[in-house]
């Protein structure tokens, strides 16, 4: 009779936090370790593009980078999004969710089952698909990803351990700023263990991670693609806007690195001093051509020029927005996450606190 996998929850304590890296990196690990992996996120909350097909994007996302079967995949129960929340609250929609939650134990074979949670420790608590629900629901021990805005982090760990009890094997803390990496590791860190929160791991705050390739600005910001159109996979880590004299400009070009910068599409001071620096991609605004000096040679530089239909400060807005809910989807940043995981997080702890062996062992 096949054996049933154990569960593991990944959640955090604020959106945007670096779960689906951390499941990634932490599901390539446990691969190389010959284990059986699933995956699963009962809560979506990015529908695939087209909008008509009900499959998470995270979950196709993970089924192909993971080689994973379709034994392998948990369903995703609903989406969160506008309509299915107002259903619920309008008392439309009384399905128990985690009813249909439990045919996740149904479940056979496999070693672990990698679910990933839902943004916060709250969201989903309309449905019943809260954290701590789908946690008991599926008797899963949880890791919590959390990111370093400042050393009050401790204040949300503290609650979550109030919440989640013995079920919180550990935490990872991410996206730690250089000047905090000695302080978290040598103050937070134990401080946490005193509570009965261990620290599996410390991730150092990453430009790479952050950034957005030119590709998905397009999306975002609805623009034309001038020229280059075979350089969108470009990454962006910056944001710059050249809106004062050329010489000021300059200053902060030659600051900034792998930049995004958005200026009028009759600054072509402007657009030549960017061309010449570290610039994955301009964005013009204003409803004005480039000239055709500026197109030559941003070809010449292989530098996509995006025209877009809206004022600087929307543009600057959406790719701010960009910037702050970035996904995992570019091959370098997954290459990145991998030895991310690999150097700054320990799996033998977690397998451990799971109780699960290595099948094969690494040389």
């Avoid at 074979?109 to 701590?132: A, C, M, N, R, Y």
Wanted: proline share 4%; glycine share 6%; charged share 20%.
């Amino acid at each position: 009779m096949p054996k049933s996998p154990k569960y593991l929850l990944v959640g955090s304590t604020e959106a945007y936090s670096g779960k689906s890296a951390m499941i990634l990196g932490v599901a390539y690990q446990l691969k190389e370790r010959g284990l059986d992996i699933a995956y699963g996120k009962p809560l979506g909350t990015c529908l695939s593009e087209s909008g008509t097909d009900a499959l998470d994007e995270d979950v196709r996302f993970f089924s192909q980078v993971l080689n994973l079967s379709e034994n392998r995949l948990q369903p995703t129960l609903l989406s969160l999004d506008e309509q299915t929340v107002q259903s619920r609250i309008q008392g439309l929609d009384h399905t128990n969710y985690r009813q249909i939650l439990t045919q996740y134990l149904q479940m056979q074979g496999g070693d672990l089952v990698l679910l990933e949670g839902p943004g916060t420790l709250q969201e989903g608590s309309l449905f019943d698909l809260s954290l701590l629900q789908v946690a008991e629901t599926v008797d899963a021990s949880v890791l919590l990803v959390a990111r370093c805005h400042s050393l009050l982090l401790v204040d949300g760990l503290l609650a979550a351990k109030q919440q989640l009890g013995d079920r919180l094997i550990g935490v990872l803390i991410n996206d730690i700023p250089k000047e905090q990496l000695e302080t978290v590791d040598k103050v937070v860190r134990p401080f946490l263990a005193q509570h009965e929160i261990p620290v599996l791991g410390l991730f150092p705050r990453s430009d790479l991670l952050r950034s957005v390739s030119v590709r998905e600005l397009v999306n975002q910001l609805n623009a034309e693609v001038l020229c280059r159109g075979d350089r969108l996979d470009l990454m962006v880590e910056s944001l710059t806007i050249g809106a004062m004299n050329v010489s000021s400009a300059l200053k902060y070009f030659q600051k900034a690195r792998n930049m995004a910068v958005v200026t009028g599409g009759d600054r072509t001071d402007i657009q030549l001093a960017a061309l010449e620096t570290s610039t994955q991609c301009l964005i013009l605004t204003g409803h004005l051509p480039p000239s055709r000096t500026i197109i030559s040679r941003a070809d010449d530089l292989e530098i996509p020029i995006l025209s877009v239909d809206l004022d600087t400060l929307t543009t600057v807005e959406i790719i701010d927005r960009a910037f702050g809910q970035v996904r995992l989807h570019e091959p370098i940043k997954m290459q990145y996450v991998q030895q991310m995981v690999a150097e700054h997080f320990d799996i033998n702890q977690l397998m451990a606190k799971l109780n699960l062996e290595p099948a094969v062992t690494l040389q």
